[in-house]
């Protein structure tokens, strides 16, 4: 075949006689119009048709690991494993494969001997199936943990304030007094006295927390529910300052919903927590600090399911399981300020800032019918920092049976670190030829999750409750015996995609 620079030297080469440059001329069309080596179609020849973000993104890594595979010596026309593509290689090298001999069909042009034989349609949805966006849940799930923990631990610490630091019961022999421990009678005879409190106090909280998301182009539809059990002791120095720790457990559960998004499979979570926090309040004016540790496990289940319409290529149906952990460091700062704090009923403007920081660590997969389309996930990290400005309403009732405080509140919540995240995961039996950068190559699967939403609401609706006020058994003793409980309900508003809402209660016991 006459190339195209002996073309070139044939026209502008003074020594090229002109019949030889004739002859040049007629070979080079031939060339170029009958002998110009076959062109495959690509998975990227319909980016601007397939239905989502992720379809566009999976076609991308699917395509690139096709085209590495076939460097490395797999061929077109094999069908098991040789010694250029090995076993592990052959399962990831036949699932590509398919897809793209799939888009050679749809295209005309090309191998399409492994064609899954679907529309565009299919191929879109089974470039989705491949493409693990499930991976963003583990995150989802962990900001929900650790939230979860901090809104429980400032739910005892309203509970702390408004059952035990503004009003107690005292019962000294036959009389009963309900008495403000920042100063004043309250009820019962003038005589009465304030004895000293007992400084410890240990709580036991419980909630329950249920949600959904609703399916967007990158990530997927799912509901939720969970349980958690908080307990910890807290010591009180004075009036003016009290001190603790909390230990939670929650176990949450993760159900993929296949009817709004192409997907199926569940991610199980328990996690553990450990908050030590500190309050100051006086007459008006309070703040509270926490700190805390957070550790999740995570286990997964995703299937990959979807059909072939080519008698020669097996419909695919499988599931790919994991576990991994996560860790979480977290802090939490309210500050607020009670108007109207010696009448029954109070207003509490107050602002507060959360900060997490998050990191899973990167996993492997297991293919259960060992199809080949399990993945190496990478590391995460990731941070959110978020501010609160809310207000609180309070009322006190007094009745024979204790000091009841219904409270209200309101706050608006903001992300001042919203960013997209982007997981990334590289089919694993293929590892070693795919991801020569440690997952950042164009096979690996790049999968953004979604902005977090800059602004929502939280509204809270609850109980605080002195059942039982603190007993002195001696004179001169501390008071102690004392019982109080609350109930709260919890609601987030103004998210986008996400709903959540909590139930929590709980008891404190000063001893």
């Not at 060339?31 to 973000?53: K, R």
């Not at 963003?136 to 929900?144: I, V, Y």
Request: aromatic fraction near 12%.
């Amino acid at each position: 075949m006459v190339t195209n620079g002996l073309l070139i030297a044939a026209i502008f080469g003074n020594r090229i006689t002109s019949p030889l440059f004739a002859h040049t001329l007629v070979a080079f069309i031939i060339s170029s119009v009958f002998l110009t080596p076959e062109v495959n179609a690509n998975l990227n020849d319909f980016q601007s048709e397939y239905a989502s973000e992720l379809e566009r993104r999976a076609a991308i890594a699917n395509q690139a690991a096709y085209d590495r595979l076939q460097e490395s010596g797999c061929t077109d026309t094999q069908r098991s494993a040789t010694e250029e593509c090995t076993a592990e290689t052959f399962k990831t090298w036949a699932t590509v494969r398919e897809l793209v001999h799939t888009a050679n069909e749809l295209n005309g042009s090309g191998p399409t001997l492994f064609s899954l034989g679907l529309d565009l349609e299919g191929l879109g949805f089974s470039l989705r199936w491949t493409a693990g966006e499930e991976f963003a849940a583990q995150g989802d799930m962990s900001d929900s943990f650790v939230s979860g923990q901090m809104a429980g631990l400032a739910t005892r610490i309203t509970a702390l304030r408004g059952g035990g630091s503004q009003f107690s019961m005292n019962v000294n022999g036959s009389s009963s007094a309900v008495v403000a421990r920042t100063g004043g009678i309250k009820g019962g005879g003038a005589g009465d006295t304030i004895p000293a409190w007992s400084p410890w106090g240990f709580f036991l909280n419980a909630d329950y927390s249920y949600g959904d998301r609703a399916a967007t182009q990158r990530e997927d539809a799912f509901d939720f529910d969970g349980a958690s059990l908080n307990g910890g002791i807290d010591y009180r120095y004075n009036n003016n300052w009290v001190a603790g720790i909390m230990l939670g457990y929650q176990a949450e559960t993760l159900d993929f919903d296949s009817t709004q998004s192409i997907v199926d499979g569940t991610v199980d979570m328990s996690g553990v927590s450990l908050q030590p926090f500190a309050l100051y309040q006086s007459d008006q004016f309070y703040f509270s600090l926490a700190l805390g540790y957070q550790h999740m496990s995570f286990d997964t289940e995703r299937s990959i399911r979807y059909p072939s319409l080519n008698p020669g290529v097996d419909s695919t149906d499988t599931t790919a399981v994991s576990n991994t952990n996560a860790n979480a460091i977290s802090g939490n700062l309210d500050l607020g300020y009670t108007l109207f704090p010696r009448s029954r009923f109070s207003l509490e403007p107050y602002i507060g800032f959360s900060y997490t920081n998050t990191s899973i660590d990167g996993y492997s997969e297991t293919d259960l019918r060992d199809d080949g389309f399990a993945f190496l996930v990478a590391a995460q990290k990731f941070d959110s920092l978020e501010s609160a400005i809310g207000v609180k309403l309070n009322y006190i009732f007094t009745p024979s049976i204790g000091v009841i405080l219904p409270y209200f509140s309101a706050e608006l919540r903001n992300q001042l670190d919203a960013q997209s995240r982007e997981i990334k995961a590289v089919y694993l039996n293929s590892a070693d030829l795919l991801n020569q950068d440690n997952i950042d190559s164009d096979a690996t699967f790049a999968l953004p999750t979604d902005t977090p939403d800059s602004a929502y609401g939280v509204i809270s609706l609850g109980v605080s409750s002195v059942l039982r006020g603190a007993r002195q058994t001696a004179m001169n003793s501390s008071a102690a015996g004392g019982i109080q409980v609350f109930v709260q309900f919890r609601t987030l508003l103004g998210l986008e995609h996400y709903k959540q809402s909590q139930l929590a209660a709980g008891l404190r016991y000063e001893f």
